[in-house]
């Protein structure tokens, strides 16, 4: 499929997009301030979650707040300390000996606090949500506030697994087929670690067990019968990449729960040309065996449907190119060994965990 089109110029355009994508400016968000109403949940000396309400006010250069849980009651908070990025103050509940601190971060483009509350070096983490509406927001005499955009990952890290539809990707001049040129779609499937910097933008690390397959097509199979590829023959491509992904949704679909995003990676492929399946013996051109390791690139497009907070589905169309030409080896780059291409169509789930 896809014959006659130069994947080049697919890669230059994916790239271009992601690379616009990542550095449009963010939209400005209201609530981009820790004034309102978070609740976090915090776990106990004795192992007992309590839930808290943390409430945080200005007015003019004064910020005043106060701190409710299940456990000790309400409790107004002294020495409150805003910034841009931080927030810290101290409170003692009534009846305690001892008064606790807390100091963390705001996080405007997530909307989201997190830190640490401490008790004679005794320390819980908590990572506060804002509670839907309670934003404070300074606009304009006479202009509508803006609602602070959706947070779409309640978490910093998770984990996918997917399936793969790796569909065969040709370059064809003059009906020259060369052994790149003829391999056909396989089933493939691959895992990825996922870490959030913001909501919209996050790094990951992917390792994947790939496969093509090769054509049946007996006159195109005929001129390499002298190393025996046959239809049988299978491209091993199992590899590992880091990647980049910049989420579209909170920009372009702000109320769905679909959230399309660009992906662009790079690694390294282990692949093997074997005369039948997987573990058989690899085929020789030019009396070097058809294997080694090699650089790895992928960029393409896909998005997320939420099923809930920790959970969604993932579908991702990406272009992967494997650099297996080596001409010190096989030197007949043109006519008979190149480089490697696959679609791979993708659909799998991923859970946040953090």
Do not use: C
Request: aromatic share 14%; net charge negative.
């Amino acid at each position: 499929m896809s014959e006659g089109l130069h994947p080049r110029v697919w890669s230059a355009v994916v790239l271009l997009g992601l690379i616009a994508a990542l550095a449009a400016p963010l939209p400005v968000l209201a609530g981009t301030s820790p004034a309102g109403k978070w609740t976090g949940k915090m776990k106990t000396p004795d192992g007992e979650e309590v839930d808290i309400l943390l409430d945080v006010a200005q007015e003019g250069s004064v910020w005043t707040g106060s701190l409710e849980s299940t456990a000790t009651g309400t409790t107004s908070v002294t020495g409150l300390k805003v910034t841009d990025t931080r927030i810290s103050f101290t409170f003692k509940p009534e009846g305690a000996p001892y008064p606790a601190h807390f100091s963390g971060s705001y996080i405007a483009g997530d909307d989201r606090i997190s830190g640490t509350f401490s008790l004679r070096g005794n320390s819980r983490f908590v990572k506060f949500q804002r509670v839907p509406g309670s934003e404070t927001v300074a606009v304009v005499a006479g202009e509508e506030p803006v609602a602070p955009a959706r947070i779409r990952h309640e978490y910093r890290f998770s984990a996918t697994a997917r399936l793969s539809y790796w569909a065969a990707l040709h370059v064809v001049e003059d009906n020259n087929y060369k052994i790149n040129d003829l391999t056909v779609d396989d089933w493939s499937y691959d895992g990825a670690l996922t870490f959030y910097l913001l909501d919209g933008f996050a790094l990951y690390f992917r390792g994947w067990h790939g496969s093509q397959k090769t054509t049946s097509d007996q006159t195109k199979l005929d001129q390499y019968n002298d190393i025996g590829l046959v239809s049988q023959s299978t491209w091993k491509l199992d590899g590992w990449e880091f990647g980049m992904t910049g989420y579209l949704g909170n920009a372009i679909m702000k109320n769905s729960k679909f959230n399309p995003y660009v992906t662009a990676a790079g690694g390294q492929v282990d692949w093997q040309l074997t005369h039948l399946g997987r573990g058989s013996d690899v085929l020789i051109l030019d009396e070097y065996p058809l294997e080694g390791k090699a650089t790895s690139i992928a960029a393409g497009l896909g998005t997320e449907y939420a099923i809930s907070k920790r959970l969604s589905l993932d579908f991702e169309w990406v272009w992967r190119y494997f650099l297996t030409q080596d001409t010190d080896k096989w030197p007949d780059s043109e006519d008979t060994w190149s480089n490697t291409h696959a679609w791979a169509f993708s659909f799998g789930l991923t859970y946040g965990f953090w």
